[in-house]
Nanobody
Framework: QVQLVESGGGLVQPGGSLRLSCAAS????????MNWYRQAPGKQRELVAG???????NYADSVKDRFTISRDNAKNTVVLQMNSLKPEDTAVYYC?????????WGQGTQVTVSS
């Protein structure tokens, strides 16, 4: 009954910006954390950024000076603002959320950084 809907992926030039959004809908009684993962070709899926319901935030070292994660607990939404994008940021980005009634993945959205 819970669905994660992602938006904002696409093609951008190096140095550009993208804003990814993930909105959860359905029977959500409480949120533990919302996260962004990514998986590039030939690489393992990795945590990019996450935020807990209490506001604790963490970033991968490779993005912490360029990306910003924010959330609206009331709306069950998480946003990843990506600035100064590099070709190595190219990946499928996935929203992952842990709620009191389960954990869910989004469908994934492609981010391509290319000149």
């Amino acid at each position: 009954q819970v669905q994660l809907v992602e938006s904002g992926g696409g093609l951008v030039q190096p140095g550009g910006s993208l804003r990814l959004s993930c909105a959860a809908s359905g029977s959500i009684f409480g949120t533990y954390a919302m996260n962004w993962y990514r998986q590039a070709p030939g690489k393992q899926r990795e945590l990019v950024a996450g935020v807990t319901s209490g506001g604790r935030i963490n970033y991968a070292d490779s993005v912490k000076d360029r990306f910003t994660i924010s959330r609206d607990n009331a709306k069950n939404t998480v946003v990843l603002q990506m600035n100064s994008l590099k070709p190595e940021d190219t990946a499928v980005y996935y929203c992952f959320a842990r709620f009191t009634n389960g954990a869910y993945w989004g469908q994934g959205t492609q981010v391509t950084v290319s000149s």
